[in-house]
């Protein structure tokens, strides 16, 4: 399965569960900036406890690996679960939405897009760059910078207000500078 075809399946798994979502991570920074490798596909899910119920109880045993107790607790924690294509390899990260106004902005945000040959939903690029700061800012990751600086070179229509409205809100200056600055370095 490529992950073009496990996007779709997964994606279509989630509209018939009734569970609206979106494509973020490398997959969404890549298609809005310079693209990078990957080996799995992170998607922020909005599910209630039933959709998410009938999500993991469809998914056929023999195709895919998922943890139904793992689902459930991170819905009510609303942190993340893992579906992994047993074929391939290939792993996706459910994240639940955060309950918070940034990640319910980002969420109703979310754009149809047309991904890896699939109808799906995409986090736009700027709350990908408000992402991938943040999670720079968790975790010190280099490669969080490297794709906002990507997202910042190919999008010339980026809301820069917006972004900067997030920025001061989630405290994320001292990031934002520096990938300003690395920006600026690199013309």
Do not use: C
Not at 70 to 87: H, I, T
Not at 138 to 158: C, M, P
């Amino acid at each position: 399965m490529t992950l073009g075809e496990l996007l779709a399946s997964i994606g279509q798994r989630l509209v018939e569960a009734g569970i609206p979502y979106m494509v973020t991570g490398s997959v969404a920074s890549s298609f809005h900036g310079e693209p990078r490798a990957t080996r799995d596909l992170d998607l922020v899910i909005d599910p209630s406890p039933e959709a998410l119920e009938r999500f993991v109880g469809d998914l056929p045993a023999e195709k895919f690996y998922v943890d139904r107790e793992a689902a459930m607790a991170a819905l009510a924690e609303r942190s993340q679960f893992n579906v992994v294509d047993q074929a391939s390899g290939w792993k996706v990260d459910l994240m639940i939405r955060k309950d918070r106004p940034y990640s319910v902005q980002a969420f109703k945000r979310r754009l149809p897009a047309e991904l890896l040959g699939t109808s799906t939903f995409l986090a736009t690029a700027e709350d990908m760059v408000i992402a991938k700061l943040e999670w720079s800012k968790a975790g010190g990751s280099e490669r969080q910078l490297r794709d906002v600086v990507g997202i910042l070179a190919v999008t010339h229509t980026l809301d820069d207000r917006y972004v900067e409205q997030w920025v001061a809100r989630l405290e994320l200056g001292d990031v934002w500078a520096t990938v300003r600055r690395a920006r600026e370095a690199n013309g």
